[in-house]
């Protein structure tokens, strides 16, 4: 793997380049501005993780890329650019094209992901509809696939039923399916979030042996910061629908800027080093995505929040090499300013 | 799988002997003296007394009702002293055509409603779903006789598109006989259909599997036709098992207009000769059959659902 | 105490189809509210307009009808409308319109008659089976359920085969076949009810089972009940048309629209007018009462349609 620093100098566009994104969700009470100004990058053969809490819109920004978002949210802004496609703009016909051939999509449930009523092998064979083959050739494939992710016994249990299955299987056989279509970029949303501990480690084992084989970027959804750290290169720190700091996940875990980064980490309990009988949490409620708003996202929860993070939206302060965060605080000494 | 064979059958042969001994009941509570209902007031007590042996009427209740089960287990359902034949041999005649009636209504109802439903679902909230939900409502509300009169009215006898009466001869003949009663009784099923379709279909939508398939730029139409439409049609399905009754119904109905043979006409025409044998088995019969319908829907359900195929 | 109702609708074992989940209204201005809401839902309106056209005219038919409807007339038979028949008059000359109009009265009468008395019947085994012994229950829930699997129309033809064709006959059969349904939802609201905490409150103030049963189980199942019964009115007026039609329901020559289409069939080659002027009403008034039926329930009890 290149170096963080070779990376961001690397002159070629990146696979996924989101520019200014903004999303709303219609509902009965007003508009829920549920993605503000969200920019990110995954470049090739990068995993990009995107943390933060439920409601960050860390999932929409996920389904917002693949195109699969309820009826009620419309993108008021910004840009998609996926591997030359812009995916604001392409139609329905040609998002299908890139669905299931470049772009594929692991779910949060595996309970539920996969139709109950046809057997496995079929829904393999049918998801490569892009793909070339007879279909005892996209069976075969699929066989080969349902091994390398473990199923034990492939051969004969490709002709069963999701049902048939335990929960950390059938989310190995969703990982099979998204990757058998040999997609440039497979976006993960909470692959491991329904799965117990000891699953999730393997679950999250398999898809850093897989990455690191076949090469495919990854979007890498998650609140579970252990994970993140494990499997990704950089890393994304959502809060209320912004982007409040990112980049490199060695610099953002190990030098947090923003105050909600640094809360987020404080309060992981696979970190906390001293006894303690109570867990470290937030205070205050993640604030309502109804209505426009000024001012800094965090500053209700934020401890050190001063008069500007009322007045003025914070830009993107570039620290170190890879670390971008907005925050107020980082606008002076160290700091080159945007 | 074989415990839920036995639990059907149990369940036939109660309701079956409940059915039969209500109506046994009811016989001997009726007042007034059946042989004089059944031979008309010149009948002589002779004639009286030579029907009473010959239905076995004359013998005490409990007798009449163990013979009577007693013949059942034989598969005989009573002797008919009018046309001089087992009971069993007359319905049993009757029941193809009463089949054939429900099974093409069956076709009718789903060839129109199950695209209909899908097309609700998928175009929810649009002009043609208000029409086909008021439709729905409208269908299930009016009865099939009415819609069988007139059907009868409009492409029998003014456009004279399509024969009146009878259930015609040779296949081909047959079937031009079939679509017109089918319609009358299918009709009413449409809107039902449409209407759970619909609710199921619109469920089935929003599952994950579906956003699964999509999520691999499958196509709308095949994520509705190959992924969806298998698992919303299941509620259908059992619908259509318990609605055979309903059926039934409508085909009583609809046999007496278009004049065609069939249990609903002979059981008009036993209740109007206050024939008993032949009402009591056209009700056991009825009541049999209405069991293996749902049995029958039960199966076909756990044939499109692995889910269901384990449990049973 | 509605609240605790609810949250007791929740614990308590949703499987059963036929658990309902009660909700009683009686605030000042309901009626006002009730009416904005029907005129709100067009089909509901249309429904209710039907129901009153069919209502008046039954009640007030004797006033609205132009000759005798029973009376033989020695005047053209299966004629066409004229100025003097309406609608034309029937094959023994008898005028089409008056017995139109006085044909309503029957089905009518027949559906209030059936699911009055089936109401208070199933109202009654329903109570006794959720709040009596278990066996009692056990034995009304197996008379229900086989009530219940009776294909409709056939039972109702073998009751009548013993019975003889009458209007009794029709309303005995309706009621009985009709009951199960709704004892099944009393039956079913009554035991939810009963170990609710309330009721123990009561108990336990030395309240008696008869002063449970009418104070606080009648006001919870009453209103759905009631919807119930409503949107069974079109299948009992199709029911008592059908058998009328059969020529098993009323005797000739009273009027009553099965009657009426069955004579038009009869003479469906010579006139449609007998037809129109017998299925039409008929298709009115299923519509008229279906439609009203599912006005009622989206606004009394929108989560009833799940239990349908």
Known sequence: ??????????????????????????????????????????????????????????????????????????????????????????????????????????????????????????????????????????????????????????????????????????????????????????????????????????????????????????????????????????????????VVEQGAVREIFHNPAHPYTRALLACDPGRIRERTRSLPTITGEVPSLLGSRQGCIFRDRCPHAFSRCVEENPVEYHLRTTQVARCHLLDHSQVISA | MLLYLCKRLVLAVTISVTAVTLLFLMIHAVPGDIASILLGPRATPEMKAQLYQQMGLDKPLVVQLATFFGGLLHGDLGFDVFSQRPVADIVLEQLPYTLELILASILWAAAIAIPLGCYSAVRRNSAMDHIVGVMAVSTIAIPSFVMAVYALLIFAVSLRWLPAIGAGEGFADELIHLLLPSFAVGVGWVGYIARLLRASMLETLGENHIRTVRAFGVSEWRVITRYALPLAILPTVTILGVGIAWLLSAAVFVEVVFARPGIGALIVQAVNSRNYPIVMGTVLVTTFLIVIATTVSDLVNAALDPRIREEL | MQPLIRAFGKNSDMASVEFIPAQVRKEPGAARTFLRQLGKNRLGTLGAVLVLILLSSAVFAPLIITHDATRIMVGPRLADPSSEFWLGTDQLGRDTFSRMIMGGRIPLLVAFASLGSSLVVGLALGLIAGFGPRWLDNLLLFLFDTIRSFPGIIFALAVIALLGPSMSSVILVIAITSMPIYARVVR?????????????????????????????????????????????????????????????????????????????????????????????????????????????????????????
């Open chain 3, 188 to 308: 079913t609201q009554t035991q939810a009810l009963r170990n609710s905490e309330f009721v123990a409150a009561e108990r336990s103030m030395g309240a008696g089972t008869t002063r449970i049963l009418v104070f606080h189980m009648l006001p919870n199942v009453i209103g759905p009940l009631l919807i119930l019964v409503s949107m069974d009115v079109p299948a009992v007026i199709a029911v008592e048309a059908g058998l009328s039609f059969l020529g098993m329901g009323v005797r000739p020559p009273t009027p009553d629209w099965g009657a009426i289409l069955n004579e038009g069939y009869s003479n469906i080659q010579q006139s449609a007018w007998l037809v129109i002027a017998g299925g039409i009403p008929i298709v009115m008034a299923t519509l008229g009462f279906t439609f009203l039926g599912e006005a009622l329930r989206d606004i009394f009890d929108p989560k009833l349609r799940k239990y349908l």
């Open chain 1, 1 to 242: 793997m290149t170096s963080d620093t070779a990376r961001s100098q690397t002159s070629a566009p990146p696979l996924l380049e989101i520019r200014g994104l903004n999303l709303d969700f219609g509902s009965p009470r007003g508009r829920i501005h549920a993605l503000r100004n969200v920019s990110l990058d995954v470049r090739a053969t990068q995993v990009m993780g995107v943390v933060g809490e439920s409601g960050s819109g860390k999932s929409t920004l996920a389904y917002t890329v693949m195109g699969l978002l309820a009826e009620n949210a419309e993108i008021t802004g910004g840009s998609i650019a996926f591997d030359g496609h812009d995916l604001r703009k392409v139609s329905p016909a040609a998002r299908r094209k890139l669905l299931g051939d470049r772009l594929s999509m692991i779910f949060q449930d595996p309970m539920t992901a996969l139709n109950p009523v046809l057997t496995i092998e079929s829904q393999m064979i049918a998801i490569q509809h892009h793909q070339g083959g007879s279909p005892g050739e996209k069976r075969t494939r699929a066989i080969d696939m349902l091994k390398r992710v473990g199923i034990p016994d492939s051969q004969s249990r490709i002709g069963a039923y999701p049902h048939q299955f335990s929960g950390g299987m059938r989310q190995r056989i969703c990982i099979a399916m998204a990757l058998l279509v040999k997609p440039a970029l497979l976006i993960a949303d909470e692959p491991t979030t329904a799965l117990d501990a000891t699953l999730e480690v393997q679950i999250i084992h398999l898809l850093k042996e897989l990455q690191q084989e076949i090469g495919f970027s990854v979007l890498f959804v998650s609140h579970h910061l252990g994970a993140v750290a494990e499997f990704c290169d950089r890393v994304a720190v959502m809060y209320a629908g912004e």
